[in-house]
């Protein structure tokens, strides 16, 4: 049996379909922000790490090389 007082019988206000339209754009472009968030946080993250294992291994060459007495 269908309950008749929960179905509505009169139209949306603009207000509310205006408001509903808006939440749906910003949900698309949150979405979007938070992609190109994720890119750029990886990115940083491997030329943070390039440059870590770049200056490790240039002082480890440095270090081999003095002991061999360069």
Same mark, same amino acid.
């Given at each position: 049996?269908?309950?008749?007082?929960?179905?509505?019988?009169y139209?949306? =206000? =603009? /207000?509310?379909?205006?408001?509903?339209?808006? *939440?749906?754009?910003?949900?698309?472009?949150?979405?979007?922000? /938070?992609?190109t968030?994720? &890119?750029?946080?990886?990115?940083? %993250?491997?030329? %943070?790490?390039?440059? &870590?294992?770049?200056? *490790?291994?240039?002082?480890?060459s440095?270090?081999?090389?003095?002991?061999?007495?360069?």
């Amino acid at each position: 049996m269908i309950d008749i007082t929960t179905i509505q019988t009169y139209p949306v =206000p =603009p /207000k509310v379909s205006v408001l509903t339209e808006t *939440n749906s754009q910003l949900t698309v472009e949150n979405s979007r922000l /938070k992609r190109t968030l994720m &890119i750029s946080g990886v990115v940083a %993250i491997g030329i %943070i790490t390039y440059f &870590i294992i770049k200056r *490790n291994y240039e002082y480890k060459s440095r270090e081999k090389n003095q002991i061999k007495g360069y």
